[in-house]
């Protein structure tokens, strides 16, 4: 019986040893993993850069670097999720948070986070990741969209280039597109194989809401007169004026490059982080700028669904996990992370950082967009992933295709859109 017992005793000493509690078996070192989306090569070295430090002054702390890919993010956190094998932080963005965050798989912020960090990052981004009463992300890279122009191009037309202060209007950028085009060129170019996020967050610069939440907490869409002014701007320069490129609506951004380059195009409305890429692929003696998207009735005001950090509700490790985010977006830090991917940061502070208010590459642009973001329209809404796929995706495409009317993808929006939410708000 000695024998046995002394056995059972040594088999759970083992399994001890294996769990996966996140601590060095024998040195008492917390071991925390960090799944990271950078993808970019100077953003994968910013990223890996600042592990390495925290390493280096962090003995008793380690953590592990663990490369994730946009592409499958959301498949590969639900699996790890259910399987008890999340990572410790996570990277993703705030439009993808909602269903983990209410089938409580991230941990609530609220009390882990420093005073340092809540104030410095505004109000509005954190809304971002707030799902009920809780912040279940850290909002720390936003993407504004803007216009990537051919400068020559606008410059020989004589076009008035628009500003942070003074933007086109929407009915000005059409009449300008429109004043581009001819002899099998095209004023724009719009790339849709996504449509829905891109319709949505620019729209709001017109007043554009779409979802609106009602005393009860349940959301209805509705498709009003706000909301139709930004695709009814794509419909007839596509359909209309032939001042957009028909062939790139059902296009990614990079696909819609090489005819920039070639001269087909003289804008394409893309992510402000593009202009990597640009930099990159452009032949030589190209000369592009970057100029804000059109404004409306709301001026510049435009969705963003920024990149988040997040803690899983499972690790063991919360307390330690917040100090690693902490320290990874401590200003310098964060405006290292900006400038790797391209993109703003969303802290007061690191915005001030004099590399992001140069000219060159469009940075000081995109910069001065930064107050005009909001969390994107259907951010907190349930339900919002699977109207986007079956209904509103094929219906803007059909619209801007030309193959349905305005009339009809109000009905399809609404009708259809709001069967498909009322299944999650009951």
Not at 304 to 315: M, Y
Request: proline fraction near 7%; charged fraction near 20%.
């Amino acid at each position: 019986m000695r024998v046995r017992i002394s056995g059972i005793l040594a088999l759970v000493l083992l399994l001890a040893g294996c769990t996966g509690d996140g601590g060095d078996s024998g040195t008492g070192r917390i071991t925390l993993r960090f799944q990271s989306l950078a993808w970019q090569q100077e953003s994968v070295a910013a990223n890996q850069d600042l592990v390495k430090e925290w390493n280096a002054t962090h003995p008793d702390v380690k953590v592990e670097y663990v490369q994730g890919s946009w592409d499958s993010v959301h498949d590969q956190l639900l699996t790890s999720f259910e399987g008890g094998e999340a990572p410790d932080i996570i990277h993703d963005a705030s439009d993808d948070l909602a269903d983990f965050a209410y089938g409580g798989y991230l941990a609530d912020l609220t009390d882990l986070l420093p005073d340092r960090l809540m104030s410095d990052i505004p109000r509005r981004s954190w809304d971002t990741a707030t799902f009920g009463d809780g912040i279940y992300g850290v909002p720390f890279l936003q993407e504004p969209r803007v216009l990537i122009a051919n400068a020559t191009w606008l410059r020989d037309a004589g076009v008035r280039i628009p500003t942070p202060e003074q933007p086109w209007s929407w009915p000005e950028f059409r009449r300008i597109t429109e004043q581009l085009s001819g002899d099998g060129k095209y004023g724009v170019a719009w790339p849709l194989k996504e449509p829905v996020s891109a319709t949505l967050n620019l729209s709001l610069s017109a007043g554009g809401q779409l979802f609106h939440r009602g005393a009860d907490g349940k959301v209805t869409i509705r498709f009003e007169a706000a909301d139709e002014t930004m695709p009814r701007t794509i419909h007839d320069q596509a359909d209309t004026d032939h001042s957009a490129s028909p062939t790139t609506l059902g296009s990614g951004g990079s696909d819609t490059l090489p005819g920039f380059f070639g001269g087909r195009y003289a804008m394409v409305p893309l992510g402000f982080s593009y202009r990597q890429q640009i930099t990159q692929q452009a032949p030589k003696g190209f000369e592009w700028q970057v100029l804000p998207a059109p404004a409306g009735a709301d001026g510049l005001t435009q969705g963003v669904s920024p990149q988040t950090l997040s803690i899983a509700e499972d690790s063991p490790h919360k307390k330690e996990a917040a100090e690693f985010i902490d320290f990874l977006l401590r200003p310098p830090n964060m405006v290292r992370l900006a400038l790797g991917d391209w993109m703003l940061p969303t802290g007061t502070r690191a915005l001030k950082d004099p590399d992001l208010h140069t000219t060159e590459n469009g940075w000081a642009t995109g910069t001065a967009l930064a107050t005009h973001l909001r969390p994107a329209p259907a951010q907190s809404v349930r339900g919002y992933p699977e109207w986007k796929d079956k209904v509103a995706t094929p219906a803007f495409q059909e619209y801007y295709s030309g193959a349905i009317g305005l009339g009809e993808l109000r009905e399809r929006l609404e009708d259809d859109g709001n069967l498909v939410l009322a299944r999650y708000q009951r």
